[in-house]
């Protein structure tokens, strides 16, 4: 098994105080993506990373995440990069080229740089699914990134 972590409650396997993630943060659905960055930093914090070993980037959407993201994990001090976004369902199928665009960029990011690229992009079908994951009754979807970085890390 990859590791014990289930929550930031846990234990990491490795010493997190000389890791440093990159956080990229879609700027569109900011009330969201605010709240699972929140979540995120809080859960590496928790967990016994630095704040200077946080590092925080923002680009204007979702679908800039893949390109952020690269960015990021070129860095040779960053160790892990986790991509916050949210894409809520509209009338069009502007939705459906948005997930699949960012998916398959953040899937060819991990595969390019062979460092975690995390997907913290949340696809809902309404703002009120979206804050459920934000922090509601669900949790924090970021929170989840955070510890899917680390499992990773543990790797």
Known sequence: ?????????????????????????????????????????????????????????????TFELTLGALWMAEKKDIDAVICIGCVIQGDTPHFDYICQGVTYGITEVNIKTKKPVIFGVLTTLTKAQALERAGGKLGNKGEEAAVTAVKMLEF
């Open 1 to 61: 098994m990859a590791g014990q972590l289930k929550s930031v409650s846990g234990k990491s396997k490795i010493d997190l105080s000389k890791k440093k993630f990159g956080i990229v943060v879609a700027e569109w659905n900011d009330e969201i993506t605010e709240a699972l960055y929140e979540g995120a930093f809080h859960a590496l914090r928790t967990l016994g990373v630095k704040k200077s070993h946080v590092v925080r980037k923002n680009v204007p959407g």
